[in-house]
T-cell receptor
């Protein structure tokens, strides 16, 4: 089954404690991205990657890091989480640029930073 | 920067009525306009999309229209049903050759039985 899998689904952590949210897709998609969803603000892109070892900032990259060492995985790293990073996070993948095809979303990770 | 504006933020209709959600975009190079539906507690899922070379696309009770001159596009849902209740997001591609999407802020549609 074609899917994007995120882990964990729920996470409560304390300010400053490094965490990683994993994302994996099995559709051989080149393009992967991370979004955060906040009430009234919609989905805002954090980082995206067009292929292995190619990553770039989205609209709200501050406080986040990503890596793309393998095509299927695109982890989101919060080196020193702060309460304003409390949000619902989605990973998404799609086929390569130029074809503007459907973005497939993971099931979401609800992060609370206290 | 580029942006997408979406209205209304909430919409309540009676079952069987039609619902219309409107979006405007700023990037003249945008050429792909998807609509996503997000049910409560679920992930966003694509319901319909339109590319810049067509003005309208229909899929059963759902239709999308695009006016490139005015830079706006709309989602039309006819004969609404309670299962249509969800948050709907419009999006526009940024630039002519990337998958980068800018999303609207969402519309919460409530269909009253």
């Amino acid at each position: 089954e074609a899917q994007v899998t995120q882990n964990p689904r729920y996470l409560i952590t304390v300010t400053g404690k490094k965490l990683t949210v994993t994302c994996s897709q099995n559709m051989n998609h080149e393009y992967m991205s991370w979004y955060r969803q906040d009430p009234g603000l919609g989905l805002r892109q954090i980082y995206y990657s067009m292929n292995v070892e190619v990553t770039d900032k989205g609209d709200v990259p501050e406080g986040y890091k990503v890596s793309r060492k393998e095509k299927r995985n695109f982890p989101l790293i919060l080196e020193s989480p702060s309460p304003n990073q409390t949000s619902l996070y989605f990973c998404a993948s799609s086929e390569i640029q130029g074809r503007n095809t459907e973005a497939f979303f993971g099931q979401g990770t609800r992060l609370t930073v206290v | 920067g580029e942006n997408v504006e979406q209205h209304p933020s909430t919409l309540s209709v009676q079952e069987g009525d039609s619902a219309v959600i409107k979006c405007t975009y700023s990037d003249s190079a945008s050429n792909y306009f998807p609509w996503y539906k997000q049910e409560l507690g679920k992930r966003p899922q694509l319901i319909i999309d339109i590319r810049s070379n067509v003005g309208e696309k229909k899929d059963q009770r759902i239709a999308v229209t695009l006016n490139k001159t005015a830079k706006h596009f709309s989602l039309h849902i006819t004969e609404t049903q309670p299962e249509d209740s969800a948050v709907y997001f419009c999006a526009a591609s940024i630039g002519g050759a990337t998958n980068k999407l800018i999303f609207g802020t969402g519309t919460l549609l409530a269909v009253q039985p």
